[in-house]
């Protein structure tokens, strides 16, 4: 059995996806069709600009689903199609591209999506308010309960469970600081805190949670051609009104990714392909599953392995 899963915010390099585009056309019509659906040239940002733009999270999202979905179309193009995996799924932003790639959410949808969620998390909080952490050698559990020890009357909560020794702390940025000191006293490795401009997948997103319930309302959502592993939940979706709802509580809610690979590999999956930019989900995933497959897709030489 195969998962197609696609990576979020974090993966993003200048450059990525030009192979592709000058290799296939298929996936170069991806990118032209985000373009026009944002009424920017996203893609000579993405192939020409400078990182510290592209970091930007309105931009990072849709560039990261462009460059992940026209890998997935240039697998098409080889051959390879939907119905060769069993599940999708994607770590937080990367949610987006698995709907898109399974046939759930159209391209030009999901890019202003993506935009809207971009902005709208970025504008929930102040710049300098929040912060995130890395917590590194504690598991879930214990980073979890430290952070509810130590917020007070301020937010401070696991973000993303990512692997058994890697947990992401998300809130106001004095309670995170707390927090991250703690994790180490209680024998964390490390905890580093992140460069990021705000507090994802916390509460205090919640006033961006309000304005995707209202952007998703607008779109038309079809059943995945094969089932979602949906963060919050870590189990299978295909209903569309499931996964609307879902979509909007991705936006304060842990991204339980580590729940997620374990249970496909419970289910019988072997082979997990990281469709787009970086390898980070590998990593995770090979940390998750002791002796599962992971392949990469983000090049046509990346491709050309796969056919070889």
Known sequence: MRAFVFPGQGAQTIGMGRELAEAYPAAKDVFDEVDEALGEKLS?????????????????????MATSIAAFRALEAEGFNIMDGNFVAGHSLGEYSAL??????????????????????????????GAMAAVLGLDFETVDRIARDVAGDEVVQAANDNDPGQVVISGHKAAVERAAEAMKE???????????????????????????ADALAGVDIQPPAIPLIANVRAEAVIEPGAIRRLLVEQVTGTVRWRESIANMADAGVTQFWEIGAGKALSGMIKRIAKGVDTRNVGTPADIAALKG
Do not use: Y
């Open 44 to 64: 000579d940002l993405i192939w020409n600009g400078d990182a510290e733009t592209l970091t930007l999270t309105q931009n990072a999202q849709p560039a990261l």
């Open 186 to 212: 209680a024998g964390a490795k490390r905890a580093l805190m992140l460069s990021v401009s705000a507090p994802f997948h916390s509460v205090l997103m919640q006033p961006a949670a309000a304005v995707m």
């Open 100 to 129: 898109c790639a399974a046939g759930a959410i159209s391209l030009s949808d999901t890019a202003r999506l993506l935009r809207q969620r971009g902005q709208a998390m970025q504008e929930a909080v102040p710049v300098g308010q």
